[in-house]
């Protein structure tokens, strides 16, 4: 895996306020720069991240969002700016229309994570879900701290937890067998699906959680979409082995 920038970089991207910016211009000291999408990762990434934002944010640290659309519905930054505000999101979020930040640090999928130290220098990267536990203790050693870390909101995300490998993405509306911790959908329209017998309300592009389990569970996926909603992919998320 070749790392293409160790850099924060002046790249032109775009606020979700329209406002032109750069990633070096968004950093005041340190900085922790993830690449975010509307796909399954992102509402239990955006918790993780938001918590560390919270706790690091007065003490050096500069959390960013950089989003690089997986699908249709998040190409829209209008829809990534309602996805943020429901989520009640305070750090800066960016858009990378042209995946321009992906290529230069030679990203692999969602979510990814790269630490910069004061100088804008790479200090530590990480590609994937969970392990925020490792990020936050390179974030206390960069920033020269030695303090317990954020309690975890969720159990996949505790210092330790073994996951299990889940099922592969699917493109398109998908029914059938899956192993997962939880099953989500990327939806566009407005409308209704029926997942397993239960009606989930479609009010926009986003990514909709369909099941969840305490644990990575075999299960059977039925999906049905209503009239005027589009389903572009379904994921799953990994789960306690």
Same mark, same amino acid.
């Given at each position: 895996?070749?790392?293409?920038?160790?850099?924060?970089?002046?790249?032109?991207?775009?606020?979700?306020?329209?406002?032109?910016?750069?990633?070096?211009?968004?950093?005041?000291?340190?900085?922790?720069?993830?690449?975010?999408?509307?796909?399954?990762?992102?509402?239990?990434?955006?918790?993780?991240?938001?918590?560390?934002?919270?706790?690091?944010?007065?003490?050096?640290?500069?959390?960013?969002?950089?989003?690089?659309?997986?699908?249709?519905?998040?190409?829209?930054?209008?829809?990534?700016?309602?996805?943020?505000?429901?989520?009640?999101?305070?750090?800066?979020?960016?858009?990378?229309?042209?995946?321009?930040?992906?290529?230069?640090?030679?990203?692999?999928?969602?979510?990814?994570?790269?630490?910069?130290?004061?100088?804008?220098?790479?200090?530590?990267?990480?590609?994937?879900?969970?392990?925020?536990?490792?990020?936050?203790?390179?974030?206390?050693?960069?920033?020269?701290?030695?303090?317990? $870390? @954020?309690?975890?909101? #969720?159990?996949?995300?505790?210092?330790? /937890? !073994?996951?299990?490998? %889940? =099922?592969?993405?699917?493109?398109?509306?998908?029914?059938?067998?899956?192993?997962?911790?939880?099953?989500?959908?990327?939806?566009?329209?407005?409308?209704?699906?029926?997942?397993?017998?239960?009606?989930?309300?479609?009010?926009?592009?986003?990514?909709?959680? $369909? @099941?969840?389990?305490? #644990?990575?569970?075999?299960?059977?996926? /039925? !999906?049905?979409?209503? %009239? =005027?909603?589009?389903?572009?992919?379904?994921?799953?998320?990994?789960?306690?082995?």
């Amino acid at each position: 895996m070749n790392m293409t920038a160790t850099a924060l970089t002046d790249i032109a991207l775009t606020t979700l306020d329209g406002r032109p910016t750069t990633l070096a211009e968004l950093a005041d000291g340190a900085a922790l720069v993830v690449n975010v999408a509307s796909r399954c990762g992102l509402t239990p990434q955006y918790t993780a991240l938001e918590q560390l934002a919270k706790d690091y944010g007065e003490r050096g640290l500069t959390v960013i969002g950089v989003h690089c659309a997986g699908f249709p519905p998040s190409q829209d930054p209008d829809a990534v700016a309602a996805a943020v505000a429901r989520l009640e999101i305070s750090h800066p979020v960016v858009v990378d229309a042209e995946l321009e930040i992906w290529r230069l640090y030679g990203n692999v999928g969602w979510p990814a994570r790269y630490l910069f130290n004061e100088h804008g220098m790479l200090f530590e990267r990480h590609f994937g879900e969970g392990a925020y536990d490792e990020t936050e203790r390179a974030i206390q050693e960069l920033l020269g701290m030695e303090e317990p $870390l @954020v309690e975890t909101i #969720r159990p996949e995300d505790a210092p330790g /937890a !073994l996951l299990e490998a %889940q =099922s592969e993405d699917v493109p398109g509306p998908y029914s059938g067998a899956y192993r997962a911790g939880g099953v989500w959908a990327v939806l566009d329209g407005h409308g209704t699906v029926t997942t397993n017998g239960r009606e989930i309300a479609v009010s926009g592009p986003g990514c909709y959680e $369909l @099941v969840s389990h305490p #644990r990575s569970t075999e299960g059977t996926l /039925a !999906l049905e979409l209503g %009239q =005027s909603v589009v389903c572009h992919a379904v994921c799953f998320t990994p789960g306690l082995a």
